[in-house]
């Protein structure tokens, strides 16, 4: 495919994973194929101009110089690469606002990585991140990394500020699988961080810091079942999910009805509503989407079966953009 008429993609990805606030994130692929995350489109043009579309392109802004994607633009022709030509930039919007998702990092991540690689700046790994940060916490209040950095390295990613490379790669087994539900209604972020204590007591603290080290250490092990059968039953989320759990209508019920159906382990994804559940077979799996379609979700919503997008950020192949799904994962 020609440089010159590029389409990258940012896959969707949970954000807190549990036992990880703030420090832990994932990459989301559906197992059908279908692309569950932004695109972004730069072709070379006589003059710049900004095109939004996609199913959720009516829920943004209808000036250019109010999208995220836009505003990258202006950022990176003025301070990484003036001399860069006009260009057309098209932000094909396919996750909901609002939805725990990684909405905006999707836009932002996928917009810096096709302006990137199309002016050829070569901008260190380092380098992208940090900016994609930037600009993601002009929606989220914050430069929280546990969406940015699984969005753009794919997988399981330990990220934050006091990261060395802001990111290290957290093996996950590969029989796991995420049902991923958004129950069709949005959660505003800052709404949702409202809510979160100021503080943590000691107690709490510790509880949190044993439960994540724990969690990562027993991933990283010699790769048992036993091993990961432990760290499934560390994933619980004492922080941010009570306080954010009652702003999510149907959370309750799911809560309780989907470890009798097979999920070992179950959450708030990001600052929701989305919600995540981790089975450890496709059989229940389908058990859990089955579920989630009849009581979780409305016509507006979605749910996937997805195992982790290890590839994360990249330039889509001719046939991913005709849709043909690839089913082989």
Avoid at 38 to 64: N, R
Avoid at 102 to 128: I, N, P, R
Avoid at 191 to 197: D, E, G, M, N, Y
Avoid at 201 to 220: D, N, T, Y
Wanted: aromatic share 8%; with cysteine.
């Amino acid at each position: 495919m020609s440089e010159n008429n590029l389409h990258v993609y940012a896959p969707a990805s949970i954000g807190n994973f549990a036992v990880g606030f703030d420090s832990l994130g994932a990459a989301l692929k559906p197992i059908t194929g279908e692309l569950l995350g932004d695109v972004v489109k730069v072709t070379a043009s006589e003059q710049d101009e900004f095109v939004c579309t996609g199913a959720y392109a009516d829920k943004l802004p209808g000036e250019a110089n109010e999208n995220l994607s836009y505003l990258c633009l202006l950022h990176f022709k003025k301070n990484i690469k003036p001399d860069m030509q006009a260009v057309r930039l098209e932000l094909q919007k396919n996750l909901p606002i609002g939805s725990g998702l990684g909405s905006s990092a999707c836009s932002v991540v996928a917009t810096f990585a096709a302006l990137d690689k199309f002016a050829k700046t070569q901008l260190s790994q380092d380098e992208l991140i940090e900016l994609m940060a930037d600009f993601e916490a002009i929606v989220s209040g914050g430069r929280h990394y546990d969406n940015i950095s699984p969005c753009y390295l794919g997988g399981l990613q330990l990220t934050g500020e006091l990261i060395p490379g802001r990111s290290i790669e957290i093996s996950v087994p590969k029989e796991w699988y995420y049902v991923v539900a958004f129950p069709g209604f949005s959660l505003n972020t800052s709404k949702a961080r409202s809510v979160l204590p100021k503080q943590l007591g000691m107690h709490q603290s510790v509880e949190f810091a044993q439960r994540l080290s724990a969690f990562i250490a027993l991933l990283q092990s010699s790769g048992q079942a036993g091993e990961y059968q432990k760290a499934l039953e560390l994933m619980q989320d004492d922080v941010a999910e009570p306080h954010r759990a009652p702003l999510i209508k149907g959370f309750s019920e799911a809560k309780q009805a989907l470890p009798e159906l097979g999920a070992k382990a179950m959450s708030i994804s990001g600052a929701g509503p989305t919600l995540f559940a981790v089975c450890t077979n496709i059989e229940e799996a389908n058990l859990c989407a089955d579920w989630l379609q009849k009581n979780y979700i409305n016509d507006e919503g979605f749910c996937h079966i997805c195992q982790l997008d290890e590839a994360g950020t990249r330039e889509l192949a001719s046939h991913e953009i005709n849709g043909e799904a690839d089913e082989t994962a």
